[in-house]
């Protein structure tokens, strides 16, 4: 899980597709009906002559340029940077470089230390282990500020997942002794691809 | 345990985030407005235009009325009309994910609706002696339905299934919860022949 603004996401495409809409309706509105048509020729006539004034008022003495059309190329420039920060903070969440257990530096051999890393690949392993589980994951992350769990299993088909979750709490308890801090967890249980592809009864061996 | 955190992961895990159509927004909006950009900047510079310069493209925009041909301005203004109101619907429905959450002390638990169903229907299949083939179990937001089929000549206990089914959905503690409907498909002609 990451920690994409979604209500960002949701208002830039609710500003683009409101605009787009208005647009593409007005296009359609001038061609059907000649009031709004006459309407439209009046006001960009208008424009038109308003944007020419502006740029003839604002002209940078002994040149050819207008602080109008430079500040116009200014605001294109600042909206595509935002729009270019929109697009890159959606890629990449926050993993958590969580400490699980550290004994500071009492030992005389030096500090030990557990990281989310190690607490990871115990957990996959231990997954790995039980037949009904095709694949799993284990990430930490920080949220609002919190470190949580992620592990993500996807089982066989037709198991359970009642199984599968106690499973996985067990697991999680059992981490939670050994490490001394229990970590908030979320499971999730995925379908998929992997689960319709394997065979779906667990071979008995 | 941290219920507000919780709640956070299990919204975010069952709602789409939108982040392709945002993307792909984005990317159309960027790319209109460097080419506009670049087309001002050349015409400052007393180039010639990529395509149309600024000039072209506000006589053509005042002009829009009396743009030839008709039948293309129409259409094109619709194709937009519709690629905006795509993006607004998109924006503003909530964008549910086809998963559950299961309550679980301590522990937020996503599943994928297909999990529930395939366990649902091993589930049935174990009980009432059905072939798993027998059976299809379909889940959505708020309802599950079963179908089964059942043997010839077998009559189904269609009450029993439906017991069975809403006792193992229970034992889930869906959120949100479902309604378990059970139907019961009769076997055509030509499969009893063959």
């Known amino acids: ?205 | 345990m941290s219920t507000p955190v919780f709640r956070r992961i299990v919204r975010r895990e069952t709602h789409s985030p939108r982040t392709v159509a945002m993307i792909i927004a984005v990317v159309i909006l960027i790319v209109a407005l460097v080419y506009a950009g670049v087309e001002i900047v050349l015409h400052l510079l007393a180039q010639p235009a990529l395509l149309w310069g600024p000039a072209a493209v506000s006589a053509w925009i005042v002009g829009l009325p009396t743009a030839q041909p008709t039948s293309a301005v129409v259409a094109g203004g619709i194709v937009l009309a519709l690629i905006g109101l795509a993006f607004v619907v998109l924006a503003l429905a909530p964008g549910r994910l086809p998963k559950h959450q299961m309550n679980w002390a301590d522990r937020a638990v996503v599943v994928d609706n297909g999990v529930i169903a395939s366990s649902l229907a091993q589930h049935l299949s174990d009980e009432t002696g059905i072939a798993r083939d027998n059976i299809s179990v379909g889940v959505s937001h708020r309802r599950v339905d079963v179908t089964v089929t059942p043997r010839p000549g077998v009559p189904l206990d269609e009450e029993r299934v439906r017991e069975l089914a809403e006792t193992e959905m229970e034992s889930y503690q869906l959120t949100p919860s479902v309604k378990t409907r059970v139907r019961p498909l009769r076997r055509q002609e030509s499969d009893l022949n063959s």
Not at chain 1, 23 to 33: K, Q
């Open chain 1, 1 to 205: 899980m990451n920690n994409t603004n979604r209500a960002l996401n949701r208002i830039i495409l609710l500003l683009i597709g409101i605009v787009s809409l208005l647009l593409g309706a007005a296009a359609v509105a001038v061609i059907v009906w000649p009031e709004a048509a006459e309407f439209w020729t009046r006001a960009g006539k208008a424009i038109g002559a308003w944007i020419e004034q502006a740029i003839e008022a604002t002209m940078i003495g002994g040149t050819t340029l207008s602080w109008l059309t430079l500040a116009v190329l200014a605001l294109i420039l600042l909206l595509v940077i935002l729009l270019i920060v929109a697009l890159v903070r959606t890629i990449g969440g926050s993993r958590s470089h969580m400490v699980f257990r550290s004994n500071g530096q009492e030992n005389p051999l030096g500090r030990l230390t557990i990281e989310e890393g190690f607490v990871s690949d115990a957990l996959k392993y231990s997954l790995g282990q039980r037949s009904e589980i095709l694949f799993s994951n284990v990430t930490a992350n920080d949220i609002r500020n919190q470190p949580v769990m992620h592990v993500s299993v996807t089982p066989r088909q037709n198991t359970s997942p009642r199984h599968v979750t106690e499973d996985v709490d067990q697991l999680v308890i059992n981490l939670a002794a050994m490490t001394g801090r229990d970590v908030p967890t979320f499971i999730s249980i995925h379908s998929g691809f992997r689960a319709k592809l394997a065979r779906d009864q667990r071979r008995l061996a």
